[in-house]
């Protein structure tokens, strides 16, 4: 499973639409976006992402999560 394919699914449409790139390296969830009030929303939310991530995918594989 892509997380591209559950990025909308998990964080709603609002955040998949300004969301400009998701990638996982090396357990270390990477989120790009351009928004700066969405980089700092995220930035509260990096625990509670990491949660959801992990469920969806059913295994505990991220242990990082990094806005930029």
């Known amino acids: 499973m892509q997380i591209e394919d559950v ?8 955040i998949a639409r300004y969301t400009d790139k998701i990638q996982i390296v090396n357990n270390t969830l990477f989120i790009t976006t351009s928004v700066a009030p969405l980089k700092n ?28």
């Open 41 to 68: 929303e995220l930035l509260y939310q990096k625990e509670k992402i990491k949660e959801r991530v992990n469920e969806a995918l059913g295994e505990n594989i991220i242990r990082e999560v990094v806005i930029q």
């Open 7 to 14: 990025w909308e699914q998990l964080m709603g449409k609002a």
